[in-house]
């Protein structure tokens, strides 16, 4: 039952995370006009918003496109949901939260505006990769934990519940 817990906590954060930082990115660029700026050496603070899933894929500029993604995005997240309520490793139920999170923190951009929300410009020099935004993170920062707990932590004591 703690473990639900923590992966509930986990759902709450990434999401809460997710928009915080989404709303305080869009008014920023919208008081300021659009103008990106460095936050280090690999990493740019813009703007971009993705009518895609991860790295602009499945882009659709269609209303009935998006309604399809935000239903394929609802789906996957019964489905991890359903997997949060069984699971009892402490790993799986924070990296699962993670994910749920991340997908509902994108989800609701998707619905409210069209589009994600993206602003972490990561890039070597001249080479961009992919403007990314927290939903993200915590959807990999999940599926890390997930890989953990399945290939080191399995069916050790406090940290996996050893069913697999």
């Known amino acids: 039952m703690r473990t639900r817990a923590l992966g509930g906590a986990a759902i709450l954060a990434a999401l809460a995370l997710d928009q915080a930082t989404k ?62 309520w069984r699971a009892r490793s402490v790993l799986t139920c924070l990296g699962l ?31 961009h990769f992919f403007v990314f935004n927290g939903a993200d993170a915590a959807i990999n920062i999940g599926v890390v934990l997930l890989i953990l707990d399945g290939l080191f932590l399995s069916g050790r004591t406090g940290l996996s519940d050893g069913r697999r």
């Open 23 to 84: 709303y305080a990115v869009v008014r920023y660029f919208d008081a300021q006009g659009g103008a990106p700026f460095a936050l280090g050496p690999f990493l740019n603070f813009t703007l971009r918003w993705n009518p895609g899933v991860s790295f602009s894929l499945f882009a659709q500029d269609t209303a009935a496109g998006r309604w399809m993604l935000l239903a394929v995005t609802a789906a996957v997240t019964v489905f991890l949901a359903v997997w949060l």
């Open 97 to 127: 939260g993670a994910i749920i999170g991340g997908a509902l923190g994108n989800a609701y951009d998707r619905f409210a505006y069209g589009a994600v929300a993206d602003f972490l410009d990561l890039h070597l020099g001249a080479r």
